[in-house]
């Protein structure tokens, strides 16, 4: 959603029909023409796909892909928008996790709600996570403004039976609209930040701001074209059902996480395969495998 004051041009490279994700003119009559949704799906365990895979054997397709050409890309070759660059990174860079997340003013008077696709964890000692925002800092999206006032917000997982209350959040609704009354999910209390969580997520991370990071365009210098945020995590929530005895494992099954891809495109993550970590050692008892140990070559 848009923040007060912020510049119609801004509005304008945020705006759906500039980015132009949604490659159906009548998306209904898409959807009308699909199957129905798989409320039976079950979280299970394959195969992988080459159980009798070996060492230097390289990928599983027997050497399929390897017969296929690449197209290479300059980002910033004349004439290439940057909605380009978006559009290919989103399609390809997948699943994503998607942050949904929960800020409040630092007056505490205003509230938002909102999901991004741009969310990975990278520490656990301590719990540390970023989140992309497609903002700056002279024209800051509510999410980003309130998150750096106050210093804390909840990272919301989105799960399957809320997927649609999710995505709508993202509607262009004007400044001051309540994500949470205009899509019926439902605010629970934290312990440690003033915002609040989605009681309808599975799980959800209560944090604080460490720090900021804003980015410069490339292609039209001087122009600011997000902010990458870092957050510790300060309390896990998790519900009852979906976690184990140690409180260290969330069950699959009842996460049932939805991920990001391409476009408008949402995953859904039913099945999985299970590769233990191999160990050098191990794997040195095999004959075949110590003939091919060598030094790294060039461009290895």
């Not at 980002?75 to 997340?101: A, D, M």
């Not at 262009?172 to 999910?185: I, K, R, V």
């Not at 210098?221 to 494992?249: C, H, Q, S």
Request: net charge negative; with cysteine; charged share 25%.
């Amino acid at each position: 959603m848009a923040s007060a004051g912020q510049p119609k041009e801004q509005e304008k490279l945020d705006a759906e029909a500039t980015i132009k994700r949604n490659p159906h003119p009548d998306f209904q009559a898409v959807e009308d023409q699909r199957p129905n949704w798989r409320s039976d799906t079950k979280w299970n365990f394959t195969k992988t796909p080459d159980p009798n895979w070996k060492y230097g054997q390289g990928g599983n397709d027997g050497g399929a892909s390897l017969k296929k050409k690449h197209v290479e890309i300059d980002p910033y070759e004349e004439g290439r928008p940057s909605t380009f660059n978006y559009k290919l990174l989103i399609s390809g860079i997948v699943p994503r996790p998607i942050g949904f997340v929960s800020t409040m003013s630092k007056d505490g008077k205003s509230s938002n709600l909102a999901p991004f696709s741009y969310t990975q964890l990278v520490n656990h000692d301590p719990p540390v996570f970023i989140v992309g925002i497609a903002a700056n800092y002279e024209n800051q999206k509510d999410t980003l403004k309130n998150l750096m006032e106050s210093g804390e917000c909840v990272i919301n997982m989105i799960s399957e039976h809320f997927i649609e209350a999710a995505n709508a959040t993202s509607i262009n609704a004007p400044y001051g609209t309540s994500e949470w009354a205009l899509t019926g999910l439902t605010p629970a209390a934290c312990t440690t930040v003033k915002c609040s969580r989605v009681k309808e997520s599975v799980f959800a991370i209560e944090g604080k701001l460490m720090e900021t990071k804003e980015f410069e365009s490339r292609v039209t210098p001087g122009k600011k074209t997000g902010v990458l945020a870092i957050i510790e995590g300060t309390r896990f929530w998790v519900r009852e059902d979906a976690l184990n005895e140690d409180k260290n494992l969330i069950d699959p099954d009842i996460l049932k996480p939805v991920s990001r891809l391409g476009g408008i495109t949402y995953g859904r993550t039913t099945e999985g395969i299970e590769l233990p970590r191999p160990e050098f050692s191990k794997a040195m008892e095999q004959d075949y495998v110590k003939n091919l140990v060598k030094p790294k070559a060039d461009g290895e």
